[in-house]
């Protein structure tokens, strides 16, 4: 199979592309990516010479360009997205572009280049917003809350709309909050991590008590393979590996791992928005494509916190006063 991957330097797309060329031996892959923020060629640099994987350097956006890269392949893997919430409160135009004219883009020439391709577009628990008692399906209504959101729910909504009128062979996955390996500084596990190995104090956002349902990346990729493989078009499938933690806890849990003090947690001005919990029920891609999570929360995180202290090399070109900022969505981008 010849795969196009999407924002294939991201942090989960990278992983993706690890795992498909040692998993499928047969697969060669095409690695779009404009290299903004939150890409990061040294995510793939172990990969870079193996004759089975292209990097093309490009926006998702470039229609004369996705097009010629839609032409070749047999599959196409959607992670190009601006990810980061605290950016989009203060950027919301850049999020704009690539959440959403570029899935248009993408669609647009899906449909005039290579309709019989098959797509799994790589979406977010985020688009249903927040829920305080249970767990969404994948039948619940989107009530996003944040520019972020918002921009992929809407496309979520295009690639809906393609598929049925269009008949395209396009499936949705839907994840909770990933961590692991090259997760980029800002994200609150690493950030953790980083500040903690730096003796910085660890900022959390209002109480704490905000939860989200963790999964480690490797299963997340796991569950995208089965999806591309086994998933049924104008499907949408959530993701989850059901192991909910407040972000105080999360904090707690990295700095017991790594022998430190919990006088290093310090509360900040909470960000604008802020959902309060995240939860997805998983039964649908459990049931019909036979998918289950490997890791626990407890053996997830401790496999990232030792591979941050053992790749410095890779984290510390990315830090600086702005991705370790307590309250980055003030910074203004």
Known sequence: MRL???????????????????????????????????????????????????????????????????????AIVNFAAESHVDRSISSPDHFLRSNVIGVYTLLEAIRKENPEVRLVHISTDEVYGDILKGSFTEEDA?????PYSATKAAADSLVLGWTRTYRLNASITR?????????????????????????????????????????????????????????????????????????????????????????????????????LRYSLDSWKITRDLKWRPRYSFEEGIKKTVRWYLQNEGWWRPLV?????????WKLGW
Request: aromatic letters at 8%.
């Open 142 to 146: 989107l009530v996003p809350s944040s």
């Open 175 to 275: 994840c909770t909050n990933n961590y692991g390996p090259y997760q980029f500084p800002e994200k609150l596990i690493p950030k953790t991590i980083i500040r903690a190995k730096m003796g910085l104090k660890v900022p959390i956002y209002g109480t704490g008590k905000n939860v989200r349902d963790w999964i480690y990346v490797e299963d997340h990729v796991r569950a995208v393979e089965t999806v591309l493989l086994k998933g049924e078009p104008r499907e949408i499938y959530n993701i989850s590996a059901g192991e909910e933690r407040t972000n105080l806890e999360v904090v707690k849990t990295i700095l017991r791992i790594m022998g430190e003090d919990e006088s290093l947690i310090e509360f900040v001005e909470d960000r604008p928005g802020h959902d």
């Open 4 to 74: 196009l991957v999407t924002g294939g330097m991201g942090f989960i797309g990278s992983n993706f592309i690890r795992y498909a060329l040692e998993r499928h031996r047969d697969w060669e892959i095409i690695n779009l990516d404009k290299l903004g923020y939150g890409s990061n060629p040294a995510n793939l640099r172990d990969v870079e010479d193996n004759p089975r994987y292209t990097f093309v350097k490009g926006d998702i956006a470039d229609f004369e360009l996705v097009k010629e890269l839609v032409k070749k392949v047999d």
């Open 320 to 328: 600086n006063e702005r991705t370790l900022h307590p309250t980055p």
